[in-house]
T-cell receptor, first 117, second 116 residues
C-alpha cells in the first residue's frame, strides 16, 4: 500500500524556536501533491502548505516551509519561531494516484506538537 | 476564501435513529466533497467521495446503505447515518475541493456524533 509515515508521535519545542516534523511517503507516481494540515484540539483541519512533485522550489507559507527531498521521498514541515498557538496535531497527506480517481488524500498518523513557554 | 461549514457541530442521539450532517462550501463551488471519520487520537479515514450530481464512491468496508451521501448542489453535501448505533459514535469531518483549480481540500469544522 502506498502510505504516509510520520515517525514522531509527539514533539516538544520551546516557544520561539524552530521545529521540524517528519514525513515520508511511498509512491510510484511521477506526479503527486503533498499537503500539511494542522488540527487543534477543536478538531478542525487547517490547511497549511502544499508542495507539488514537480515544483522546483520548496514551498513556503509564512512561518511554514516544506523541506521537500524528492529522491528521499520526504516532505518535512518546518515551523519557524514557534508560538503557543502552534500546539496541535499535524498531519502530512499525499494526493492519491490519479488514473480516474478523484484525488483522494492519504493521511499519515500525525504528530502531536506541544509548544512550551 | 475557501471556507467550509458543517452542521451540526455536535449531536447526541438515541440508538436506532438517523442523523443528517450537512457540509457546505461557503465561498466556492465544490465539484468534489469528501467525508472522513476520525477516531480519538487517530488519523482521518476516508469514507466516501461525492461528486455533484452523481452517486458517491465509497471506500472499501464502508456500508453505503448505512452512510447515505447526497451531493445535490455544488455547495452542499449531506451525510446521513441511518439507524445509528453506539459504534457509529465518532468525529465526522467533510472536505471540499474546487475553486481556483487546485487540488487542495478545505475541511469543515467537523461533527461529533454520540449515539447512546
Amino acid at each position: 500500500a502506498q502510505k504516509i509515515t510520520q515517525t514522531q508521535p509527539g514533539m516538544f519545542v520551546q516557544e520561539k524556536e524552530a521545529v521540524t516534523l517528519d514525513c515520508t511517503y511511498d509512491t510510484s507516481d511521477p506526479s503527486y501533491g503533498l499537503f500539511w494540515y494542522k488540527q487543534p484540539s477543536s478538531g478542525e483541519m487547517i490547511f497549511l502548505i502544499y508542495q507539488g512533485s514537480y515544483d522546483q522550489q520548496n514551498a513556503t507559507e509564512g512561518r511554514y516551509s516544506l523541506n521537500f527531498q524528492k529522491a528521499r521521498k520526504s516532505a518535512n514541515l518546518v515551523i519557524s519561531a514557534s508560538q503557543l498557538g502552534d500546539s496541535a496535531m499535524y498531519f502530512c497527506a499525499r494526493r492519491s494516484p490519479s488514473g480516474g480517481a478523484t484525488n483522494k488524500l492519504i493521511f499519515g498518523t500525525g504528530t502531536l506538537l506541544a509548544v512550551q513557554p | 476564501g475557501a471556507v467550509v461549514s458543517q452542521h451540526p457541530s455536535r449531536v447526541i442521539c438515541k440508538s436506532g435513529t438517523s442523523v443528517k450532517i450537512e457540509c457546505r462550501s461557503l465561498d466556492f463551488q465544490a465539484t468534489t466533497m469528501f467525508w472522513y471519520r476520525q477516531f480519538p487520537k487517530k488519523s482521518l479515514m476516508l469514507m466516501a467521495t461525492s461528486n455533484e450530481g452523481s452517486k458517491a464512491t465509497y471506500e472499501q468496508g464502508v456500508e453505503k446503505d448505512k452512510f447515505l451521501i447526497n451531493h445535490a448542489s455544488l455547495t452542499l453535501s449531506t451525510l446521513t447515518v441511518t439507524s445509528a448505533h453506539p459504534e457509529d459514535s465518532s468525529f465526522y469531518i467533510c472536505s471540499a475541493r474546487g475553486g481556483r483549480g487546485t487540488d487542495t481540500q478545505y475541511f469543515g469544522p467537523g461533527t461529533r456524533l454520540t449515539v447512546l
